[in-house]
Every structure is written in structure tokens, then in C-alpha cells.
């Protein structure tokens, strides 16, 4: 258990770097893991919500993964990377006080790196010089256009994304 | 008096479930009409570099507007100079808190990316301003008017343009989604009243910070976690339509989901958001395979790096 926790820790810290590459990860919904990314390739085998797998690479929306005997890729936003399990914050936290109690240098990695909080925000003035500033920064449409064409970026059209339906959300995978 | 008065009964009534609105800014417009200093439209698309819009909208401390017009105004929708009025003074107060990095590069940068993606949102009316802001802490803001801001310890979890892409959509959403403003509306009523009992408000600037609460407290409150989902949804797509591949944002989340837990630079994050790992799991119920035929670019070899 101790040996997985610190090994889960290392882990982690190379996921801050590199993220999502041999990482663990938990399924977030009842999925099927494809021989290829893509939802038209053979199916390798089923992973229900909650499972563990272990993440080797990502392609575009799909990440390559491990579960149990099966590898093969599974869409990118049916895990999630990272120790925390199925939950937010409750989970997570749980599990982060326990990572970090079994190595302390992790903490010593990321210690003095502080965020902004609250007081912080709550007793800021306005800072006219800085926002004077903001405003040298700002670009006109015409050259975010010739930026977007050095690259060829070219805009396409993409409808809108649905609001997900809470109550069929576990039988959409069925459908597939 | 009489008018203020007017104004409280009004006020009540739209408190007790009466469509509020255009009525009551109608009806009040006319009054308002011979005090109002009009600004001149926001430039669509600004002909010069720099300054324009500094120079075509005055600072905050030197507008004299009747103190009630900017109330007055809560009760419909927002103008654009109102919105933008906001969003300056939320960002010059979160600018008092975390100034930007002294990197014109980076800062050039992120804004050519930023105005590409929000090309994409439907509000061409706006001038956006993007910044990077000088703090390791993990987090994104968005005022209305089109101001958005990334910190520094956000920006070196990114990887690729994509990514930044995402990031910004998302905080584009807010904005051509209109969330904050629609927070700001909820508990406009009970500040306008307070203000009509107190008759102390002298002047707009006094009137947006009153609204808007302690310095840039409103950053810290965040919003409704709806609003979160909407603006990962729309981020996602705004990308998209810029030509990136969709994934940058779902792949910023993964590497946030990654982060341990006690990790303090997500503190703030984690307050105002949902966790990554729920916003992971709502995209997906949205995606699916939606996305399956949009191919983009990440430009991962145009990515500016900072130190």
C-alpha cells in the first residue's frame, strides 16, 4: 500500500509535467475501450464507471489505456487523469492528504508556490497604471486574422454543444 | 424624492415576480435622457494598435453619470458601455491585487490567440483584452466587457496553442455568455434599494463598486457551477471554430485533475469552480462523439514558452 502510494506520488509529479502519460486515471462513465481511436475499430471490452486504468498516451480526444487485461483507447472525457477517483473535491482531498503525508518531498515541490485568496481580492485597489498597461497589449481583428492565417488556421463551422440530460447520461453508452 | 420613492415601489414590484424589465427602463428612460453623456461605440474592429479604446472611453474616476442611471439600468439589459464600465473596474481592482507580467511577447501573443478565438463567440462588438497575470496560483478570470485574464502558473500548464485556446474560450464564454452580468443583475435589486434608502452613491464609479462588491471580491465568489459547464461547452467549441483540435481544454482539465489535491495554487480555483474531474464528466456527456469529425491544428511548435 505504501509502496503504491509512493509510486502513485512519483507518478503524479511527472503528470504535472507531462500530463496524462502513465498516469492513473478513474472512468468516469460506462464506456468501451476501441482496438483504435476511433468509435468505428473493433471493440477491445467494456469499462464500467469507476474503474481504475492506467493512461499510456493521447490522440486527440481518445487516450490509450490499460484496464485490468485490456488495452486500447477509450474517448478523452470518460477518464479522468489524476488520483482522486470518481469525485470532485471530497475524494481528492482525502486522497491528497494521504499522498502527502507518504512523501514529503512532493510537498517541498510544490511549497512556496502560493495562490491568490480571497483577502487578497477583497482588499485590492484599483490599479489604473496596470490596466493602462492591458491596454498597450490589445491587438485589432485584422491582425489576429493575419495571425490565424500564418498558421492556416482557418475558422469552420462547429454547432453548438447540447446541455447533457442528467437522467440518460448512463444510457447513452449502450446506444453506441 | 418623489421619483426615488417611484422608484423603491417599482422596485418591489419586480422583486415579487413580475416580468422586471423593459417596462420599468422604458418608462425611465426618458428621464434619464437629457443627463446621459453618451460615449462614442466601441471601435469593432480598431484601426491602430494600441490606446484607441483607452483614449474613446475616459477613466472610470473622471465620468460624472447620474448616480440612479446605471441602477436604473439593472432592471434591463446592461448597455455596452455599462458592461464594459463593470468589467474595468473589476479588472483594475483584480489588477491592484496581481499585476501582469512585463513580457511584451507573451502578453502580444496571448492576445492574437485570445481575439482569434473570440472572433468565434458572436460578440464582435467588444474589444477584448487578454493579460497574463503575474502569480503561480492556477486560475482564469473573466470580466464583462471582455476582459480576461490567465495567470502565470495557468499558462505553463499549457503545452500547445490549443490549449490556450481552450483556456481562453472558456473565459470568452463567460463573457458572450453574459455570466457574470447575470449574477450582478440577481443582486443588483438589493444593492439599488440599499442605495435609495442611503441616497449616498455620488457617482457611477460608486455605483459599479457598490455593486460589485469589495475590491475584486467578485473573482473570489465565482459563479454558478452551470455557468462553469456552459462556458467548458462553448469553450470547447469557440477552439473548434478557430480552427484548433477541441481537445485543449479537456486536456488542461486532465492536467489540473492531475494536480495533487493540497496543491495551493488551486485553492482559489477549487473554490469558485467545479472540480475538474466533474467538469471532465459533464463535457463528455455533452461530446460524446460530436467531435469526432472536427480535426484542428494544436501548433504546439508556435506555442510561446515562458520561463
New interface residues.
Partial sequence: MRNTLIFAATLSLCVAAAPALAAPGTVLRNDKIYSQPSSSSAVAGSVPKGASVNILSKQGGWLRVTAGKTTGWMRLLSVRAGEGGLGGAGVGDVVGAATTRSDPSRVVAVAGLRGLNEEELKGAKFNAAELAQLDMWVVTVAQAKTFAGQASLVAVKVPALPEPKPAKASSSWESN | MKFKLMFLALSLVSFSGVASGFDLDRFLQGKQDKEKTTQPAPA???????????VATP?P?KQKIDAQQLGFALFGDYSLEEENRIG??I??????????VRD?AL??YV???G??VA??SGR?DI?????VLD?????AFAAPGG?IFV?R?LYR?LDN?AELAGVLGHEIAHVARKHHLKVLKQSSLISALGQVAGSKAQNSDQLVQNLI?????I??RGLDKNAEY?AD??G??FA????????GL??VL??M???????????????TH?????R?????????????A????D?AS?FYRIQ
Avoid at chain 2, 479588472?91 to 501582469?100: F, H, I, M, T
Avoid at chain 2, 462588491?213 to 471580491?217: I, Q, S, T
Wanted: proline share 7%; glycine share 10%; aromatic share 8%.
Fill in positions: 469593432q474592429a480598431p484601426s491602430t494598435t494600441t490606446t484607441q479604446e483607452g477613466p474616476a474595468r473596474q479588472s483594475g481592482n483584480l489588477l491592484g491585487a496581481v499585476p501582469l511584451d502578453q502580444r492576445n492574437l490567440v481575439n482569434w472572433l468565434q464582435a474589444t477584448w483584452r487578454f493579460g502569480t503561480d496560483d492556477i486560475n476582459y495567470t502558473g500548464l496553442e462588491g469589495n475590491g475584486a471580491e473573482m473570489a456552459e461547452r462553448y470547447m467549441v473548434a471554430r478557430a480552427g484548433y483540435e477541441p481537445w479537456p486536456e486532465q492536467d485533475a492531475a494536480l495533487p489535491a493540497k496543491d495551493e495554487r488551486t485553492s482559489l480555483l477549487y473554490k467545479p472540480h475538474p474531474a466533474d471532465i464528466s459533464e463535457l463528455g456527456k455533452s461530446v460524446d462523439g460530436r467531435l469526432d472536427v480535426h484542428g491544428k501548433l508556435r
